[in-house]
């Protein structure tokens, strides 16, 4: 359902993903708990807020905040739900630092200004601003999860490390309803893409571009057909094809003959597994 600053759907029982102005947070509902992961910038709290009542839920009844990763767009309403009504804010340990305001893994102002003639690139830089995007919203009573604390959160997400895009970055696997929520592992649009569909987030953004490369493979094990990404609409397609769509578009700029994985003829990796997946420090294909 189309709102005033964010669309609302329930694409599986229990999952309600909402597409923000520029990013995406999602809530996991049982009963009348729910885990919220992510939470849009700091300027989209009424918006977070406003999803959550619509969903039919009370920002009280909040049993955690998941936070896929530290960056100001994702975690703008994490503060708040720790500050007011005393809930959990977790992420992964490789993200805790970052998340707590001790470190930062963001794209710079340098970088920003550098592209900054590109108009969709002025338009999103000016967003940013206009979010409360310029000034961290840290979050200091931040923990690390385990796998036993997510198993007991409604809707039981289960963790897959995927860094790259931050060194702590991860994704959400939910088994029962075979869909992954991806982070900015995997989206399918940005402000500043003129694509559609699966895609990786342009270079700048990335920690390390090569482990962003590597995530693609680590997403691409699952058992999903559902992907619920931290920009773009939410997709009905199997992981593994949007992995490949967004590896094929990532090569045809920077690698003219990407390296396949061992696994499948003309896939990107080998047979879906289930549960936690690990990082294997395996180079994606055209790592650089």
Request: glycine share 12%.
């Given at each position: 359902?189309?709102?005033?600053?964010?669309?609302?759907t329930?694409?599986?029982?229990?999952?309600?993903?909402?597409?923000?102005?520029?990013?995406?947070?999602?809530?996991?509902?049982?009963?009348?708990?729910?885990t919220?992961?992510?939470?849009?910038?700091?300027?989209?709290?009424?918006?977070?807020?406003?999803?959550?009542?619509?969903?039919?839920?009370?920002?009280?009844?909040?049993?955690?905040?998941?936070?896929?990763?530290?960056?100001?767009?994702?975690?703008?309403?994490?503060?708040?739900?720790a500050?007011?009504?005393?809930?959990?804010?977790?992420c992964?340990?490789g993200?805790?630092?970052?998340?707590?305001?001790?470190?930062?893994?963001?794209v710079?102002?340098?970088?920003?200004?550098?592209?900054?003639?590109?108009?969709?690139v002025?338009?999103?830089?000016?967003?940013?601003?206009?979010s409360?995007?310029?000034?961290?919203?840290?979050?200091?009573?931040?923990?690390?999860?385990?796998?036993?604390?997510?198993?007991?959160?409604?809707?039981?997400?289960?963790?897959?490390p995927?860094?790259?895009?931050?060194?702590?970055h991860?994704?959400?696997?939910?088994?029962?309803?075979?869909?992954?929520?991806?982070g900015?592992?995997?989206?399918?649009?940005?402000?500043?893409?003129?694509?559609?569909?699966?895609?990786?987030?342009h270079?700048?953004?990335?920690?390390d571009?090569?482990?962003?490369?590597?995530?693609?493979?680590?997403?691409?094990?699952?058992?999903?057909?559902?992907?619920?990404?931290?920009?773009?609409?939410?997709?009905?397609?199997?992981?593994?094809?949007?992995?490949?769509?967004a590896?094929?578009?990532?090569?045809?700029?920077?690698?003219?003959?990407p390296?396949?994985?061992?696994?499948?003829?003309?896939?990107?990796?080998?047979?879906?597994?289930?549960?936690?997946?690990?990082?294997?420090?395996?180079?994606?294909?055209g790592?650089?």
């Amino acid at each position: 359902m189309k709102r005033a600053g964010y669309t609302l759907t329930e694409p599986a029982a229990g999952i309600v993903f909402v597409q923000g102005p520029a990013s995406n947070w999602i809530i996991l509902r049982e009963a009348k708990r729910f885990t919220l992961v992510d939470g849009g910038y700091r300027g989209d709290l009424p918006l977070v807020l406003a999803s959550i009542r619509e969903a039919g839920l009370a920002p009280d009844d909040a049993v955690a905040v998941l936070i896929t990763h530290a960056h100001v767009d994702h975690t703008g309403a994490a503060a708040y739900f720790a500050q007011h009504y005393g809930t959990p804010v977790l992420c992964s340990s490789g993200e805790l630092n970052h998340l707590r305001g001790e470190e930062k893994f963001s794209v710079t102002p340098l970088q920003i200004v550098r592209r900054a003639w590109q108009p969709r690139v002025f338009r999103w830089a000016v967003h940013v601003l206009r979010s409360g995007g310029a000034a961290g919203h840290p979050v200091p009573s931040a923990a690390a999860w385990d796998d036993a604390l997510l198993a007991g959160l409604p809707g039981s997400p289960v963790a897959v490390p995927t860094p790259g895009h931050t060194p702590g970055h991860a994704a959400f696997y939910l088994p029962r309803a075979k869909a992954v929520l991806t982070g900015d592992a995997l989206v399918t649009g940005h402000a500043i893409s003129a694509r559609n569909g699966p895609q990786l987030l342009h270079p700048m953004f990335h920690h390390d571009g090569a482990r962003a490369d590597s995530a693609l493979a680590i997403l691409s094990r699952l058992d999903a057909c559902l992907l619920l990404p931290g920009h773009g609409p939410a997709v009905r397609t199997g992981i593994r094809e949007a992995a490949n769509t967004a590896w094929r578009q990532r090569a045809a700029v920077k690698v003219p003959r990407p390296v396949l994985l061992p696994g499948r003829k003309g896939g990107l990796a080998g047979e879906p597994t289930y549960g936690r997946v690990e990082h294997s420090g395996t180079a994606a294909p055209g790592a650089e």
